[in-house]
């Protein structure tokens, strides 16, 4: 990834389709790179929550790994979670996802285990100490139930020990107050932690973060539409912010898809993944629409709702 | 209001000075209210957070409430917070603002006492009912432990319950979500409910939230500096997003002042509304700087840090 | 209250009755106390969150008062809450209080406004220092959304701001240390803060808080049946434990009324509260069981089952 | 296990003793088992929280499992933890554990990934199926986010998925209802779901659990102390309560040593893993007090409280 940092533009967290056993589908998983990178994404995350990376074991995890690898062949860089509950696991899956050829690494704060900031701090360290690949900090609060401090990812930032921030706090404001510190939009090139990449991961708001000075965005939705992302970040990139907004609009009317799933018998994560991986279904990438263990499958209610959102967004010809 | 709705632009919660016994200091409101108005705010939002509605007795919050409506002169709206804990004492409230002068009113959903989203809705309704102004819901899950979802405001807004939105919850993606189902940035004039105001409460990513579509900002730094936000406010209106993002990224490194009180003694609120009265002391607009209790108060090194920032912001000329 | 410091035994919360127009239903509270010292309880504990006081308005919250007072007529002694979000609040409830009889004031930790635990334990010395009467501090996290610390509690013990403690936090563990700490169960009377009151709120955990040497309890269940908790405070006193587990397990298959209500049109909160009363009226205590705006009320079925809870418990003889 | 269930007494989750490098000191290991079982205690709850699961590789995970199985050499149960995020990784260690000797399995809810409690007993359901072990599920809030309900943890005792709850949620409350749900303290056994193990991670309130119905307790604490958790349990099972309240009283103050690291430069975790493993030390169990990474280690201030909260217990005499 070299020639590419920092890291700028769509990269989305890449669906991790299973067959009906439950097992890596890695035809489709190779469908769905070439879907994204024909797309025109700029880079690649697997293994994030999107993924479903808590959900797949580790001999799982290297098979999705590495069909992704596979299947990038190289035309855009890939960044591998490396998620677990604190520093020594992690570093054995930072240390696995290196070896199978991924271009920077991607890990959250500890959880499970509660730990201080300064051991927040120590944890990142460690895992880049003890693995050459660039990292990112995954901030994810909803998940880890801490939230990264605007001082201590730009102190992890002008140290070098990160190449970037994976931002999915939905705290715009404290990101707001990184950018500032870091430069601020124009000047973060001349700031004190230069080729440090800033992807947001609220997908609704592209258009504010990348106006902002954001580097680029990691949209789950992003799986389904990539093509959509990459015109919202153009038009940002070329100053047509209208254009921007009126695409961001399209897309968060698609993204009501998530909500298909019954609120009262199954889970928001569950809806959410499952609808991504049926709207991957009906539009021909994916086999199955199947999420993992112990997740409730979407019944045909809830992929009509999905279908009949792709419809409204222009993504399926009526039949 | 019957002019100014749908209410949009700049419109500061009005902070409420307080004399050394910690009674309101009606000479420094007066000022404030001048200060604002200069500055060419668009309203004024009296009685909520920023000027510390949780701790004025109610004839305090009469006092505050009848300085500003008599200071503003009809040249603004006033907006009066109604905040207590139920139905039955806000509408208490709400009768007393609307005596007073007040142009619409703002309350948030129930708390201390905890409820339904069911429970919610009919507290808006029975508030709307029982007092004749124009009612903002105020969307404050920090202070108040619940969030309005998207789907319950815009219930209150295509019903007529709601005339408004402050949101101070921080939540951008439903806040995107909630314009798009109202019609969209452009589309919202035509949409359900025509005249329905947003205000967002995130007073540091302004620029990305009137992007987004809202009609305007309550921005607690706007006692500060009046004329930054409606300077932000018109860039934004008149297309120069280049000119909106530098101003945003000026208030951004002002609003650091709120960190001016040291976190291991005092209060995160009381560093923030302390900042910004001694702030407004500096600037000659306050007598005194005190907050209530029991707040402590920003020693020496604090009010040393405040001031650093206003120079360092332009606002004021060494001495 | 002199005489009967340190407060120990059965102190009920006292349910506020209100009529259809949701109105204090005064004849009804009077019958209320008399149900209660009947049945033999130690105290009375007027506007506390079982009394709906974030639902009652000043006016209501000192009829209800005054109804208490008069209607206890000095058997037992009557505990006020000063419930409001901050000091200047608190302090006028307490004087209100005071002025009506009230022996003893019940206070939170500030609310909405966020403070430091620095600015709670000011909180709590400055209502001391202005109102004369012994104060009781309330640690009522699921209300208040902080939890008292353990030293913080003890401090405030020890210089004799506080005259005890009503915790509801639920925190079994932190209010073991904090026993242990002013001297165990046995030596509390030689501890650090004699007199010093420690009441729980954990009505399904009497007999184990009696045990670990707690001196009473406030139980929202012991507005249905105060002689049940005065048989089960008696028996821990008389060392008859396996009769209080008993007498406990029964209260806990009462308690179960709480749920009459349908989860998903009503809150929690509404649904216990609405059990108690319209128990209380289907023991011909109360002429309605109306709760307070905006709460849902129960409906037929949800009072089938509070019905068939009281005749399970004997408390109901079938006609 | 089957000769044992339902399992009772104390069962202490067991510490897993680190070398200067971060590896698992089998040795020191092989003595805890003995002084734990020499000590008294009924069980051993290996790969817990306590145990640093979290912070264990795989590989360290089966060590630390081997070493204890065969140091407890069948003289008591052991209880292996299969701690991870979903359903196929739970399945994984379950697994594991099992190849290696473990009597019973322990997991907690799904974590990271959010789940519907539907989803919650699918996952306890699964890895009772594809796993032919006695299940305890974990109840550990705090780490997992989400609290097994009453009805859950109920349905999955009656159809017999659970042989057991590990109950350090700290809701003394709920655990009441859930016991009198199943029949009561006395009635248990002729309840819906016989043979099923209930036990308290609360350590503070042993008394009192094992008083309300409680079948016995999982005490961190009792690496340090196991035999006074065992005077404990059998002053309670032998009817003596006083000297219960006495020996738990005891232990509370002995507790104290998990605040033995400073608070603002080190997590509560840390410090509470830390003080048992130096306490071990300074007993002459373990050669090391090191923690596991990320967790910054105890200094000498803090290992000098350990040693006095040792002694004022009678633990250490005076050299």
Same mark, same amino acid.
């Given at each position: ?61 290297? %098979? ?77 609060? %909803? ?34 107050? /990184? ?41 789950? +939705? ?12 153009d038009a940002v990139r070329g100053g047509d912010l209208d254009t921007a907004v009126k695409e961001q609009e399209? /897309? ?27 709207? /991957?279904?009906? +539009? ?36």
């Open positions: 990834m070299p020639s590419s940092l920092p890291l700028c533009g769509v990269v989305p967290p890449v669906c991790t389709p299973l067959d009906a056993a439950g097992e890596v589908d890695t035809a489709s998983l190779a469908r769905l790179v070439d879907h994204l990178v024909d797309g025109g994404v700029h880079g690649l995350f697997a293994l994030g929550s999107s993924s479903e990376v808590a959900f797949l074991t580790d001999r799982q995890r290297a %098979v999705a790994l590495e069909a992704v690898v596979e299947a990038a062949r190289g035309r855009v860089p890939v960044l591998a979670g490396a998620i677990d509950m604190t520093t020594p696991r992690v570093v054995e899956h930072a240390r696995a996802a290196r070896a199978m050829g991924a271009d920077a690494l991607v890990a959250t704060a500890p959880f499970y285990a509660r730990t201080h900031p300064v051991e927040i701090a120590r944890h990142f360290r460690t895992v880049r100490e003890r693995v050459d690949l660039p990292l990112f900090a995954y901030d994810l609060p %909803v998940s880890v139930h801490s939230k990264l401090s605007t001082g201590l990812v730009r102190d992890l930032a002008e140290d070098g020990t990160l190449a970037g921030l994976k931002d999915s706090s939905g705290d715009e404001g404290s990101l707001r107050r /990184l950018i500032v510190e870091l430069g601020g939009r124009h000047g973060r090139a001349e700031g004190p932690a230069p080729a440090f990449s800033i992807l947001t991961g609220s997908e609704l708001t592209v258009d504010a973060a990348l106006l902002a000075g954001a580097d680029g965005v990691v949209p789950g +939705l992003g799986n389904v539409d990539p093509a959509g992302y990459v015109r919202l970040y399209r /897309l968060v009317e698609l993204f009501a898809l998530v909500d298909a799933g019954p609120q009262d018998t199954m889970g928001r994560n569950s809806s959410a993944i499952g609808a991504f991986k049926h709207a /991957l279904r009906l +539009l021909g990438v994916f086999a199955h629409g199947t999420t993992a263990a112990p997740q409730v499958q979407l019944g045909d209610d809830a992929i009509a709702l999905v279908r009949e959102r792709l419809r409204a967004a222009g993504m399926l010809t009526v039949r």
